[in-house]
């Protein structure tokens, strides 16, 4: 799935209400995290736990610019939980983690301000 992180790029297109709800966004914390070498990208492996309900998800993110592995661990963040999983080389990606590009196109991760429950859907 490619992104455009463009921030002069055009609106997208309308969509309704419905069509928002169908993507199921979460917040999750980082219970582990480390370097995935292996991919074309600079990328971390991380692993979030999204409470009792979804349970514990890996994700490939590319956001090796501003995050250290360490540094992750703890922290909560945004994903999409119901997108089908995307294998990476021989890692199987369960959810897509959020962020925004910076003014240079690196990853800022997205989060609440404030501490959530796991799990805690957007709306």
Do not use: C, W
């Not at 910076?102 to 796991?118: K, M, N, Q």
């Amino acid at each position: 799935m490619h992104v455009r992180h463009d921030p002069q790029a055009p609106e997208s297109q309308k969509i309704d209400f419905d069509a928002f709800l169908a993507v199921d966004i979460r917040i999750g914390t980082v219970v582990a995290a480390e370097p995935f070498p292996e991919t074309r990208k600079p990328a971390l492996k991380l692993v979030i736990d999204f409470g009792p309900v979804i349970g514990r998800k890996r994700s490939s993110a590319q956001i090796t610019e501003h995050y250290a592995p360490d540094a992750l661990v703890g922290r909560q963040v945004a994903a999409v939980v119901n997108f089908p999983p995307r294998q990476i080389g021989r890692f199987l990606s369960e959810v897509l983690t959020l962020g925004f590009a910076d003014e240079a196109g690196a990853v800022v991760l997205f989060r609440p301000d404030r501490p959530v429950p796991d799990g805690s859907r957007l709306f």
